[in-house]
């Protein structure tokens, strides 16, 4: 007979990883294979973005999508650029909650497998894997709402004509 106090409170917070997966992976290599001969360094440029949508009740998809272009004067030596999902679980937290655990804690979840996919299409392209740094998505996170509360502060400011 199982113990009632061990059931878990079917009300408590609970988040769970249930999927990650690659949505989408682009790779350009547009100079090969004179790229292969060119001795300066490249400058690399990272671009980042992300997204959360409700698949539906207690399920969310949240999609980080990373761009790695790196270049050599004008000319685009590589690109790639790889989206990764996640599917979480998420129950019974607060609702001012969910935006933080959705703009902060699940993209740094996917975080190192969006990297690792990076890497590896970079080095199978023929060029030295490239680490992406980690990302401070709170700060990021902490930015956009300053913004936001800047552009509403700013609405609300600006004369109405009438």
Request: proline share 9%; aromatic share 10%; net charge negative.
């Amino acid at each position: 007979m199982a113990d009632p106090a061990a059931q878990p409170d079917p009300n408590a917070p609970f988040f769970s990883i249930e999927k990650l997966y690659v949505k989408d992976l682009s790779v350009e290599n547009p100079s090969a294979p004179q790229s292969y001969l060119w001795r300066e360094s490249p400058s690399v440029e990272v671009g980042l973005d992300h997204e959360a949508t409700l698949i539906e009740e207690g399920f969310h998809n949240v999609l980080l999508k990373v761009t790695v272009t790196a270049t050599i004067a004008d000319k685009t030596m590589f690109l790639v650029e790889a989206a990764l999902g996640g599917i979480f679980q998420i129950r019974n937290f607060p609702e001012a909650d969910m935006a933080p655990l959705l703009g902060v804690h699940c993209p740094n979840i996917l975080f190192p497998y969006v990297r690792e996919v990076i890497s590896d299409a970079v080095n199978r392209m023929g060029y030295p894997a490239i680490y992406l740094q980690p990302i401070n998505f709170e700060g990021m996170y902490q930015a956009r709402i300053q913004r936001e509360l800047e552009a509403q502060q700013a609405a609300g400011a600006a004369p109405t004509l009438q």
